[in-house]
């Protein structure tokens, strides 16, 4: 069997534009699915945040509105509750790929605060993109390319890749607040080939070792794919 190196961002808040703090974290759902697909298929699950922080599940993914109802919500949480993984996470400092069959980061805004600004991050994507292995990434997530750059140069430029829209963030209601937008800055600073599908929608594109998801609902969608990959 194999284990999965899970990269969760260790975030309880973004800053905005105008300086207040938006409390945020992971995506309920883009850890608890793919989190459970794996672990049911025998596979072991491995967590690292920056520091070795305790990741910090984004509450508003926790309501029913956004968890597909009340059941939903109650099986997210105890997903969540259950994964003890999640209580004692690496420091992605101390990680080595080596150990890992494939790594896979969750989204929520928690990325776009940390992941996106982290030297240890974007070392870690780009000795895996490298590699050839499996670097499975959704939702806000791909915020982790823009740590991949050096003198403005990032290894997943040319790359074929989607991650949360604007129309998405709009929607949410952020857009207009948000110090920076995920899908601007991929095309822009990163340099990928972004694409997206219909908003809230699955979506998943797949270039080479590398599977992007748009959105929380595509999180169940890169789990089955990833099962394939791992089989």
């Not at 403005?152 to 937008?181: I, K, Q």
Request: proline share 6%; aromatic share 8%; glycine share 10%.
């Amino acid at each position: 069997m194999a284990t999965v190196l899970f990269m969760v961002s260790g975030a309880t808040y973004w800053v905005l534009k105008d300086g207040t703090r938006y409390a945020t974290g992971y995506w309920a759902e883009e850890f608890a699915k793919p989190y459970k697909a794996l672990t049911d298929a025998g596979h072991a699950v491995v967590v690292a945040t920056p520091g070795g922080t305790t990741p910090n599940v984004d509450m508003m993914s926790l309501r029913p509105s956004m968890a597909g109802g009340e059941q939903g919500a109650l099986d997210l949480e105890s997903i969540i509750r259950d994964a003890e993984v999640m209580r004692r996470p690496l420091r992605l400092s101390d990680v080595r790929l080596e150990d890992y069959d494939a790594v896979y980061l969750p989204g929520g805004h928690g990325p776009m605060s940390d992941l996106a600004f982290d030297a240890d991050a974007g070392r870690l994507l780009t000795a895996q993109l490298g590699s050839g292995e499996p670097l499975f990434i959704v939702c806000h997530a791909p915020a982790a390319m823009l740590a991949t750059r050096i003198h403005g140069v990032s290894p997943f430029a040319g790359y074929r890749v989607t991650g949360f829209s604007n129309e998405e963030e709009e929607g949410v209601g952020l857009a207009p607040r948000a110090p920076w937008l995920l899908e601007t800055d991929l095309k822009d600073k990163v340099g990928v080939q972004y694409s997206r599908g219909p908003v809230w929608e699955p979506y998943m594109v797949e270039d080479r070792n590398l599977v992007t998801g748009q959105n929380p609902a595509s999180a169940e969608v890169l789990a089955d794919r990833l099962l394939k990959v791992l089989a």
